[in-house]
C-alpha cells in the first residue's frame, strides 16, 4: 500500500510547536507518512496580502488530508497596518485563512470531542448534596455547522443603498433602524441553509448511533432566532421522528445551555449547533476537561478533504520562548482524530492510551496543569516543557 501524503500547515505561533512535537508522536507509534508543508498565516498576509495562498489550497486539494497548528487573525486595521509598505492602499483584505479553507472547500462538519482524562487537575468538579466533591465524567461530542451562520462573512458597514434598501423591505429593520444614517449601521448576516443543516444534523445523529449515545441536543436559541434557529429545530425534529427514533432528541437554548454546563455536564451525549452558537458551546465544554490545551478538533466536507487542528489559538507570546511550555495534548488528540478518519484505529488508540496514563500518573505536567501563569520560569519550578511531555508520551507508547 503507498505510503499517505499529510499536508502539515503550521501557520502561527505555538502550531508550528505542537504541530512538531505531534509528529514524533505519530512517528513513535510507526505512523508512516510523507509530510508535505504548506504557506498559511499572519507571515503570507504581512508578505503577499494573503494569508491562504492557492499553492497551499492546491496542496490540500491534491492530498485531501492536513494537520493544522494555529492561526493569528488580528481587527481589520491592525491587519492593514502589518501589511509590507508596498501593498498598502492596494485593496488587500484580510480574512481568516482557516474561515478561507472552510468555505473553499465546504468543510462544513466540524467535531470537537471533550472527554475527561483521569487524574486531570483541571478536571471540573463540584459539591454535592452533602457538601462531598464530586468529579463528574464529561463525555460529550459536539457537531459544529461550520461554514454558515454569524461566521459566513457577508457583513457590511456603511451598506451600500442597494443592500440598506434590501434590509429596509423587512418591517423591524424599517421600524428599529430605518431612521438611522447608514453610515452609522454595520450589518453581519445570519445564514442558514436546508442542505448544509441537514448535513450537520445527520452527521450528530449518525455519531450518537454509532457510538452508543443515547441523546442528540439542539443547542439554539429558536424562540428569538425564529428564522434559522427556528428551521434546524424543525428539522431535527423531523430527523429524529423519521431516522432516528431510538436516539431522543434534547432542545436547549444556548444562553441556558452555559449555565447547565456546570450543573449536570454527564448528562449531555452528542450536541449539534450552527457555527457560533457551536463555537461557545464547544469551548464551554472544554473548560470542564482541563481548557483549550485539551480541546481538539476535526472539519471535513463532503467531498473528502478534512483537516485536524487543536481549537486553540496561536499563543505569539509563547512562540519565542526559548524553551516551549504550551500543552500539545489538543494537537496529538487532533492527530488521533486523523487517524480514526483514515482508518488508523489501532494507533490513535494507543496514542490516547499513553496520553491517559501519563495524565494519570501525574509526574509530567504542563504548566497549565499545575495551574501557573505562563511564563519562561515555569519550567524551573516544576513545570514540563512540550518536549518533555512528548518524551513521556512516546516513553508509554
Not at 34 to 50: A, H, L, P, S, T
Not at 281 to 294: C, K, N, Q, V
Amino acid at each position: 500500500m503507498s505510503i499517505r501524503t499529510i499536508v502539515n500547515l503550521p501557520g502561527d505561533g505555538i502550531g508550528k510547536v505542537v504541530l512538531d512535537e505531534t509528529l514524533r508522536v505519530l512517528e513513535a507509534v510507526d505512523f508512516e507518512a510523507n509530510y508535505i508543508e504548506g504557506d498559511i498565516g499572519w507571515e503570507y498576509w504581512k508578505m503577499e496580502g494573503n494569508p491562504l495562498p492557492q499553492r497551499t489550497i492546491d496542496l490540500l486539494a491534491k492530498h485531501k488530508i492536513a494537520l493544522f497548528g494555529a492561526i493569528t487573525s488580528k481587527p481589520k486595521d491592525e491587519a492593514a497596518e502589518a501589511l509590507n509598505p508596498n501593498l498598502r492602499d492596494k485593496g488587500f483584505i484580510y480574512s481568516s485563512p482557516i474561515v478561507g479553507l472552510r468555505q473553499h472547500f465546504n468543510l462544513d462538519i466540524c467535531i470537537r470531542p471533550c472527554k475527561t482524562y483521569l487524574g486531570n487537575p483541571l478536571n471540573f468538579i463540584r459539591r454535592g448534596a452533602k457538601g462531598e466533591i464530586e468529579e463528574p465524567a464529561v463525555d460529550v461530542v459536539i457537531f459544529r455547522q461550520n461554514t454558515e451562520g454569524l461566521y459566513s462573512g457577508v457583513e457590511w458597514s456603511n451598506p451600500s443603498q442597494q443592500v440598506h434598501d434590501a434590509f429596509m423591505t423587512n418591517t423591524r429593520f424599517a421600524k428599529n433602524f430605518g431612521s438611522t444614517p447608514k453610515e452609522e449601521i454595520s450589518i453581519s448576516t445570519r445564514i442558514f441553509t436546508r442542505k448544509a443543516t441537514e448535513r450537520i444534523l445527520r452527521a450528530a445523529f449518525n455519531h450518537a448511533r454509532n457510538f452508543g449515545y443515547k441523546s442528540v441536543t439542539l443547542c439554539e436559541k429558536p424562540n428569538v432566532i425564529r428564522e434559522t434557529s427556528g428551521m434546524m429545530y424543525k428539522m431535527a425534529m423531523l430527523l429524529q421522528k423519521n431516522d432516528f427514533p431510538e436516539i431522543e432528541l434534547w432542545n436547549t437554548n444556548i444562553d441556558a445551555q452555559m449555565m447547565w454546563l456546570t450543573k449536570n455536564p454527564e448528562n449531555y451525549g452528542v450536541i449539534v449547533a450552527g457555527n457560533l452558537f457551536g463555537d461557545i458551546i464547544s469551548d464551554g465544554f472544554a473548560g470542564l476537561i482541563g481548557g483549550l490545551g485539551f480541546a481538539c478538533s476535526a472539519q471535513m466536507s463532503q467531498e473528502g478533504i478534512a483537516v485536524f487542528e487543536p481549537t486553540h489559538g496561536s499563543a505569539p507570546k509563547y512562540a519565542d520562548f526559548d524553551v516551549s511550555i504550551v500543552n500539545p495534548i489538543a494537537m496529538i488528540e487532533s492527530a488521533c482524530m486523523m487517524l480514526d478518519y483514515i482508518d488508523e484505529k489501532d494507533k490513535a488508540a494507543r496514542i490516547r492510551k499513553a496520553v491517559a496514563e501519563v495524565i494519570a500518573e501525574g509526574k509530567v505536567r504542563t504548566y497549565d496543569m499545575m495551574k501557573m501563569s505562563g511564563r519562561p520560569d515555569v519550567i524551573k519550578n516544576g513545570a514540563a516543557s512540550s518536549q518533555e511531555m512528548v518524551d513521556a508520551i512516546i516513553d508509554k507508547l
